[in-house]
T-cell receptor, first 113, second 114 residues
Framework: GENVEQHPSTLSVQEGDSAVIKCTYS??????FPWYKQELGKRPQLIID?????GEKKDQRIAVTLNKTAKHFSLHITETQPEDSAVYFC????????????FGTGTRLTVIP | GAVVSQHPSRVICKSGTSVKIECRSL??????MFWYRQFPKKSLMLMAT?????????EQGVEKDKFLINHASLTLSTLTVTSAHPEDSSFYIC??????????FGPGTRLLVL
């Protein structure tokens, strides 16, 4: 089955700096990679996703890059703000929808004002 | 759109009792619902996949007789923790999806078994 690894487990950055979280996956058949943000005690919220037919996707301060050859994908947050502080999970699936999502272990991001 | 609700949000029960958690997709028909368990400061662990009108598919190590899942309609799935024990205390989260779309998560249910 799919194995998703995520690094780092914790990350502290100064407000305004950038944050990068990296994930690797093992199943070359995976082709859908969402990122979720989870605040304490709340549900995971999808913040951005990418499919394997593109290498990069950007939405305002958030971007995701995908390297299918190396089987890794990364989340980039620029101009970080205190409200970006949360746990971020990457995930991989062989398709959107009905297939399982395999989650990474999470990164606790702290943005220091 | 794509709102998923869960009820209850929090439940405390005595050891040996059963607890039912409901997961509803409020504004769409979910062909598939997933049930996850999350331990403090840990990732989401998939427990089972539930398709409407058919038996749930359980992940390895998850006892199907202990965690009963029913997906009676395209908008409702239930998870029943039978004969709950303190080690079943956890945060349970459902998600709902329809073909070719991402998973939308419910707000979670915090279960505490005394």
């Amino acid at each position: 089955g799919e194995n998703v690894e995520q690094h780092p487990s914790t990350l502290s950055v100064q407000e305004g700096d950038s944050a990068v979280i990296k994930c690797t996956y093992s199943d070359s058949a995976s082709n859908y990679f969402p990122w979720y943000k989870q605040e304490l005690g709340k549900r995971p919220q999808l913040i951005i996703d990418i499919r394997s037919n593109v290498g990069e996707k950007k939405d305002q301060r958030i971007a995701v890059t995908l390297n299918k050859t190396a089987k890794h994908f990364s989340l980039h947050i620029t101009e970080t703000q205190p409200e970006d502080s949360a746990v971020y999970f990457c995930a991989a699936s062989t398709r959107t929808g009905a297939n399982n999502l395999f989650f990474g272990t999470g990164t606790r991001l702290t943005v220091i004002p | 759109g794509a709102v998923v609700s869960q009820h209850p949000s929090r439940v405390i029960c005595k050891s040996g009792t059963s607890v039912k958690i409901e997961c509803r997709s409020l504004d769409f028909q979910a062909t598939t619902m997933f049930w996850y368990r999350q331990f403090p400061k840990k990732s989401l662990m998939l427990m089972a996949t539930s398709n409407e009108g058919s038996k749930a598919t359980y992940e390895q190590g998850v006892e199907k007789d202990k965690f009963l899942i029913n997906h009676a309609s395209l908008t409702l799935s239930t998870l029943t923790v039978t004969s709950a024990h303190p080690e079943d205390s956890s945060f349970y989260i459902c998600s709902a999806t329809r073909p070719e779309e991402t998973q939308y998560f419910g707000p979670g249910t915090r279960l505490l078994v005394l």
